[in-house]
T-cell receptor
């Protein structure tokens, strides 16, 4: 089984709808991250969490919110989706310590029409 | 402001030859650098990293070089194989006292290795 899973893998939604993307991990890591990937822009950090009680904004948090329901679960919400939130979304995890290696889920392709 | 830049969107090389992917950064506080590889329909996977106290790190066919004075790093793949065809992301982090684990990614370079 994959260490980092994301649901759904693909989603098409309409402008104004609320949508939630979910991420679960079995790696036992404390740190979790949400990124979006857009062509020509690479991966940009939306939110990150160091533990259940710690949530931090990344570089592009406007229009998004997150919830860390448990150490293993970190969900991303779009309260009112808009077309420019069409992108590939990735969840990632990392351990504490000196290694900055992050482990990514397979991604969710979101299309907002 | 793009703190980590990969100025070549794509690169095509012949199988068996060397692939060189480049990355530039602007933040002098960055002290740890990573390369990730991404296949279509999959998440990025860690490839190799380097700390700012080193100027070279090698792992099999993959070598990363760091030139701190030029704020430049490169990934060399020798010999290149068709299975290396993927998007490669450079990433950087400023560890410091906060040790946040945050990574700043470049735009990515699509490598195509032709048989």
């Amino acid at each position: 089984d994959a260490d980092v899973t994301q649901t759904p893998r693909n989603r098409i939604t309409k402008t104004g709808k609320r949508i939630m993307l979910e991420c679960s991990q079995t790696k036992g890591h404390d740190r979790m991250y949400w990124y979006r990937q857009d062509p020509g822009l690479g991966l940009r950090l939306i939110y990150y969490s160091f533990d259940v009680k710690d949530i931090n904004k990344g570089e592009i948090s406007d229009g998004y919110s997150v919830s860390r329901q448990a150490q293993a679960k970190f969900s991303l919400s779009l309260e009112s989706a808009i077309p420019n939130q069409t992108a590939l979304y990735f969840c990632a995890t990392s351990d504490r310590g000196d290694s900055y290696e992050q482990y990514f889920g397979p991604g969710t392709r979101l299309t907002v029409t | 402001d793009q703190q980590v830049k990969q100025n070549s969107p794509s690169l095509s090389v012949q199988e068996g030859r060397i692939s060189i992917l480049n990355c530039d950064y602007t933040n002098s506080m960055f002290d740890y650098f990573l390369w990730y590889k991404k296949y279509p329909a999959e998440g990025p996977t860690f490839l190799i990293s380097i700390s700012s106290i080193k100027d070279k790190n090698e792992d099999g066919r993959f070598t990363v070089f760091l030139n701190k004075s030029a704020k430049h790093l490169s990934l060399h793949i020798v010999p290149s194989q068709p299975g290396d065809s993927a998007v490669y992301f450079c990433a950087a982090s400023a560890r410091g006292s906060s040790n946040t684990g945050k990574l700043i990614f470049g735009q990515g370079t699509t490598l195509q290795v032709k048989p």
